[in-house]
């Protein structure tokens, strides 16, 4: 790496959890801080070594958390500050690290910062937020909430109208428009501070990073952005000379951008259908962009929202394309290996479960190629025993079509799958009322579940450094085969092979493999392999994966 790295995220595996549907201890019907601490041996003993908690601060909770009103506090839903402090401390004794999720570019209408902001005497808080000071003046293209405040002006809000910009300025303000800051305004700059601070205040409580919302949103106007770049290389800076164990996680989704600011992993999320949705959720019924508004995404270069083929690469039919993730996944590979690293996910709490319509199976080819690519791996809670979208659900807490995927964790065949002691009428998401819905005490007395397959997986790319973080990656193209995927990844004492073959009615193919020896297989399901003069066959009686050590 060109840049330090925190030394533990070389092998990190993050399991993502939404704290109010994970575990309830006090049996109010939400998930809070003592129940995570609770579960922590599970997570620890089913293999994960680090935590993203989705926002835990106080809140009016219109979006879930996402509209913060107190940075400081811990909402009183979830615990305390002391009881976050706890968690970190529990989890550290098991070495799993925690990182919070900071929302830095908006807050609560209730926010103290905001109620200051919309006075009409000019304080300290006035530009902390962007105001058009002419409520009947044209907005410039952002989105403002008129009659809102005794302030002659409307505030610009990036989501919901309880969500107010911060303002870190524009990168090329309209000088017609005063109230476009530029970004060296001392004003803007001290929101830019409050930001440094609190960031400073979790970290000094013992939390291990942040993962950062829509982090490349921050500064508006700013074409190619370049102004945001350079705002979080100064964060960068901090954080390697007082922080060099902490981690900063983007939500930018597009790597050659977001590590070059600074940040030591981004999301492979949305980077155009041709690349993620293309794995795993191309058809009509999986596809994201139902889910998520595109206006939510950024406008960079390159991006391409038309789906090419309606088969994803990982369904049982096999009819699915890898060129179209290996076409973007490559070029952004080669531009940041060397700067950080890129995340592949299951899902998270913006999107649908990856379980739609699929098998024990299906799920296990998903989990090995997700935990046998470079970079960091990340699963959304539940979707390790296979937890299914609940369609149909009323929204709840601004949740919209992404309710479905955020119903209680399912623990056990008791009331309430173990989530909670509540009556179901006060969950906070009513659970799956499948009576066949998985749950982990099941799964971990079966040997064959998904949740044990899963574990074997982990198992194995922890026991072998070619298969974490850093390993070199090389495709391997299969001529006359886009429905298989092949890859080699190396460490210096290793080389592994790895081979994806999504296709129910099996088959055959071939590829050239630099090898006098048939590999010989780690783990290899419904696959059998042999090579001869360079030229490696494998035979699949149904989809079928398979890790070889060469």
């Excluded at 704290?19 to 006090?26: G, I, L």
């Excluded at 973007?328 to 995340?343: C, M, P, V």
């Excluded at 005490?441 to 998904?450: E, G, I, K, P």
Aim: hydrophobic fraction near 35%.
């Amino acid at each position: 790496m060109n840049r330090k790295e925190p030394s533990w995220l070389k092998n990190a595996v993050f399991y993502q959890i939404y704290p109010q549907s994970f575990c309830d201890s006090n049996g109010d019907g939400i998930g809070d801080i003592q129940g995570i601490i609770s579960k922590l041996d599970y997570i620890k003993d089913t293999g994960f070594n680090a935590i993203w908690l989705n926002p835990i601060y106080e809140s009016p909770f219109k979006d879930a958390g996402y509209d913060v009103s107190d940075y400081y506090k811990v909402a009183p839903r979830y615990g305390t500050n002391e009881d976050l402090r706890q968690l970190f401390a529990e989890a550290k004794k098991r070495g799993i690290r925690v990182i919070l999720d900071i929302v830095a570019g908006h807050t609560s209408t209730e926010h103290e910062w905001f109620k200051a902001s919309c006075k009409a005497e000019k304080n300290k808080y006035s530009n902390y937020y962007i105001w058009n000071e002419d409520w009947l003046d044209d907005s410039d293209g952002l989105n403002m909430i008129n009659g809102y405040a005794e302030r002659n002006g409307n505030f610009a809000i990036n989501f919901f109208s309880t969500q107010p910009a911060l303002n870190y300025g524009f990168a090329d303000p309209d000088p017609r428009k005063k109230w476009q800051l530029p970004t060296d305004h001392p004003d803007v700059q001290a929101v830019g501070e409050e930001l440094r601070k609190l960031m400073e205040f979790w970290l000094q409580q013992g939390c291990d990073g942040f993962r950062v919302d829509l982090a490349p949103s921050l500064i508006k106007k700013d074409k190619g952005r370049k102004a945001v770049i350079q705002f979080w290389q100064k964060f960068r800076k901090i954080f390697d000379e007082k922080y060099p164990e902490a981690a900063l996680i983007a939500e930018w989704s597009y790597a050659p951008q977001a590590l070059k600011a600074g940040f030591h992993i981004d999301f492979m999320i949305f980077c155009g259908t041709s690349a993620y949705t293309s794995l795993f959720r191309n058809e009509p019924e999986r596809d994201m962009f139902q889910y998520i508004p595109k206006k939510v995404f950024y406008e960079i270069d390159g991006y391409d929202y038309e789906l090419k083929n309606q088969n994803s690469f990982f369904d049982r039919g096999g009819h699915g394309d890898i060129n179209q993730f290996m076409t973007t996944y490559l070029r952004h590979y080669q531009e940041t290996k060397e700067n950080g690293y890129i995340a592949m996910v299951s899902s998270n709490h913006d999107m649908p479960r990856i379980n739609d319509n699929r098998n024990a199976l299906d799920l296990e080819l998903i989990f090995a190629f997700i935990m046998t690519m470079p970079g960091t791996p990340f699963i959304y809670y539940g979707d390790e025993i296979g937890m299914r979208n609940i369609k149909g659900l009323v929204s709840v807490e601004g949740g919209y079509t992404r309710t479905q995927a955020r119903t209680p964790m399912q623990w056990d065949t008791t009331a309430n799958a173990g989530f909670s002691t509540a009556p179901a009428s006060k969950l906070y998401l009513p659970i799956d009322p499948d009576e066949a819905r998985p749950n982990v005490q099941s799964m971990l007395a079966d040997d064959n579940s998904l949740l044990n397959r899963f574990k074997n997986i982990l198992k194995i790319r922890k026991a072998h450094e070619s298969l974490q973080a850093d390993g070199d990656f090389e495709f391997i193209p299969v001529t006359n085969a886009a429905n298989v995927l092949a890859f080699i990844r190396k460490s210096a004492n290793e080389k592994l092979l790895m081979l994806f073959a999504p296709g129910a009615d099996g088959g055959e193919f071939s590829f050239k493999l630099d090898t006098a020896q048939t590999p010989t297989a780690i783990r290899a399901v419904n696959m059998e392999l042999s090579c001869r003069d360079g030229i490696a066959t494998c035979k699949t009686s149904n989809s079928g994966y398979g890790i070889f050590k060469i």
